[in-house]
């Protein structure tokens, strides 16, 4: 954990009878990907005690060296070699062994790339060759100091429900081991667990991992977010290719931002021909998704830096694309947005989903406030960057006219119902488990071109409810009534989908749902019971980070109520029947707090080199946490 390019291990093996044993260790450069063959190039080689491989990769020939050191102990081996061959290279270590003998190997294995080093084993053969002199021992404790202070920042204990507790930790920990701690890259949406979705960034970081990260280690939360600062220009050549302005964010981004998710990737099972879905080209709410974690990192960190180094340029060419993509009704004085997939993925090709229109008007308002605030605070900095982007003044009038009359699909006054997309409510009205019924295949696609789920209400994710667990304007009641219609439409056919259930229903005053589905959220990878790893003939398997991200803020902002309002830290208690309370940290724009939550009171301890006070409100009550105080709130 203190060195993510160091692999280290130690093996012990105790002889309880005489025996020979033959181990074998060493690098094997054979690795697939789903697209075929991983390494162009392969070079095995001895250096130094150390054994080695040198890989280019395929796609963008990136120069990588793997080397290895060991270290046997306990019993002499009567024979160690190195052998080569089928684009590997290993040593073998043969022991004679009596009753109570050990051997024990430690390696130390160290991996470079010249996206960071411009001498790639040179770098690996030093790391290995001092890891190994400062033996496992050493590493151990290093890299479990380093977790110690990891889980002092980000741990959640839930108290009085142990299986609760490990649902979380294994979730909050899935959150920490995927998300790059050394560099500017993406949380891939399986992370390193498997290769489906290439290890490429999605909406999911933003809306489901980031928030954890925003308020644990923000500075992580920063690196992610300047990666799509860094991967801008891919996204701009996207939104140049489907002939708008501005960036258009990938639906699947890569290094260099540019889209990666191909045209087809589902497969009619049932005729074998390959089916066009649109995820990579009418998914647009991922670019106003950005900044809307962009701006939520502002608020909780007040680090202006962030938005004068790349927050405000994300935030202006993605109001540029809005702008470019929006449509003016004359007849209705809005601007509206078609041809959408929001995202619930069942349904292509629909207009003004209401997720996407609200997440739209947010990033236009947004982008218009940085404007507001640099023309006040960075005047210099804000004209270079306007006059490199090719945007001006007139440009920034247009988004402050977009954000005014951005159409908002409203609540119906008598059910307070918003309506997913246009005609929505005049699709087929029925269940998951009917349309479940209708399928040929268990393996068939559900949505587009021609899925049982197309026609009909039911939804593989409820953007309604997705909306509700980003934007707060919407009162408890219309949650409540939007979350009792769409629950019973909605298959869950994203692993996106229980985790923001779990939040609005803990909004919405439901806390035996709210339970339920933090369960399902929680026990989506460790149970392996409630997710096909199959979908429309496409393997989807691996971990789901975002799933494990999203149990953060099913505790946090669900369970325990925490909002941010201004400079306000609001709680709204709901927790589960079975708790008897919840220990979490936070950190708000540098002030480190420690709340604990119990049924009838929360406490909030301030670390004593806190930069300030801080406000915190529960119901009624409102009271200032200066550095070093606890204050406690009925
Ligand atoms: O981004 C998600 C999408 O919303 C549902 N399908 C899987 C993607 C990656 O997790």
Redesign the pocket.
């Known amino acids: 954990m203190d060195d993510v390019r160091l692999l280290v291990s130690r093996t012990r093996l105790t002889a309880h009878a005489p025996c020979a044993l033959t181990i074998v260790t060493g690098i094997d450069g054979n690795v697939w990907s789903l697209s075929g063959e991983h390494f162009a190039t392969r070079e095995a080689y001895e250096q130094d005690g150390l054994v080695g491989i040198d890989l280019t990769t395929v796609e963008l020939g990136t120069r990588i060296s793997v080397l290895e050191g060991c270290r046997v102990s306990g019993a002499e081996p009567r024979s160690a070699h190195v052998r080569t061959g089928g684009n590997r290279i290993l040593r073998e270590f043969g022991f004679s062994l009596v009753a109570g003998d050990e051997a024990v190997v430690e390696k130390a294995v160290s991996i470079h790339h010249d996206n960071d080093v411009a001498q790639p084993r040179e770098e690996s053969a030093a790391a290995a060759a001092a890891a190994l002199a400062d033996g496992y021992d050493h590493l151990f404790a290093r890299h479990a100091r380093r977790w110690e202070d990891v889980w002092a920042a980000s741990d959640i204990e839930v108290i009085g429900d142990l299986e609760s507790q490990v649902l979380t930790r294994f979730s909050l920990f899935h959150n920490i081991i995927h998300t790059p701690s050394h560099a500017r890259l993406p949380i891939g949406?399986r992370g390193l667990s498997s290769q489906v979705?290439q290890g490429a960034a999605?909406?999911?970081q933003e809306i489901f991992n980031l928030p954890m990260l925003t308020y644990t280690r923000p500075d992580l939360a920063r690196n992610v977010l300047m990666y799509r600062h860094d991967t801008l220009p891919g996204a701009c050549r996207k939104a140049a290719r489907l002939g708008y302005r501005g960036a258009y964010y990938a639906w699947a981004s890569g290094k260099t931002g540019d889209e990666l998710f191909p045209d087809i990737f589902f497969t009619d099972v049932l005729t074998g021909r390959a089916m066009r879905n649109h995820f990579n080209c009418w998914q647009i709410h991922v670019s106003p998704d950005i900044v809307y974690a962009l701006w939520r990192y502002y608020e909780a960190t007040g680090d202006w830096s962030f938005i004068v180094e790349g927050g405000a340029e994300i935030a202006f060419e993605v109001a540029d694309f809005l702008v470019s993509r929006a449509h003016f009704k004359k007849d209705k004085n809005r601007f509206e947005l078609i041809r959408l997939l929001g995202?619930d993925?069942y349904h292509e090709n629909v207009d003004n989903n209401a997720y996407t229109m609200y997440l739209a008007q947010y990033a236009l308002e947004k982008a218009v406030e940085i404007h507001d605030a640099m023309s006040e605070r960075a005047p210099a900095e804000l004209s270079a960057l306007l006059g490199r982007l090719g945007l001006d003044e007139d440009d920034v009038a247009d988004w402050r006219e977009h954000a005014d009359l951005m159409y908002l699909p409203k609540p119906d006054p008598g059910t307070k119902l918003i309506e997913q997309f246009d005609g929505y409510f005049s699709l087929e009205d029925v269940t998951p488990d009917v349309v479940r019924q209708r399928l040929i295949d268990p393996d068939e696609y559900w949505g587009w071109p021609n899925g049982v789920a197309v026609r009909t209400q039911v939804l593989k994710q409820a953007d309604v409810l997705q909306l509700f667990a980003l934007i707060d304007i919407f009162p408890p009641e219309v949650m409540r009534a939007n979350y009792l219609y769409y629950e019973p439409r909605t298959e869950h056919g994203?692993?996106?989908s229980p985790s923001a259930h779990a939040l609005i229903a803990s909004k919405a005053e439901l806390p035996e749902e709210a339970f339920r589905y933090f369960e399902e959220a929680s026990s989506i990878d460790l149970y392996n019971q409630s997710k096909k790893v199959m979908s429309g003939g496409s393997f989807l398997g691996g971990i789901?980070t975002?799933a494990c991200g999203a149990v953060w803020f099913v505790v946090v902002q669900g369970f325990a109520g925490f909002e941010v309002h201004g400079d306000v830290l609001r709680f709204r208690p709901a927790l589960p029947e079975r708790w008897e309370g919840l220990r979490f940290p936070l950190v708000f724009k540098s002030n480190h707090l420690a709340v604990e939550l119990r049924r009838d009171a929360i406490t909030v301890t301030a670390a004593p080199d806190n930069p300030g006070a801080v406000t915190i409100s529960v119901g009624d009550n409102e009271r200032q946490v200066g550095p070093g105080e606890s204050v406690s709130l009925g």
Do not use: K, R, T, V
């Open positions: 949406a979705y999605f909406w999911d995202p993925e994203s692993s996106l789901h975002a």
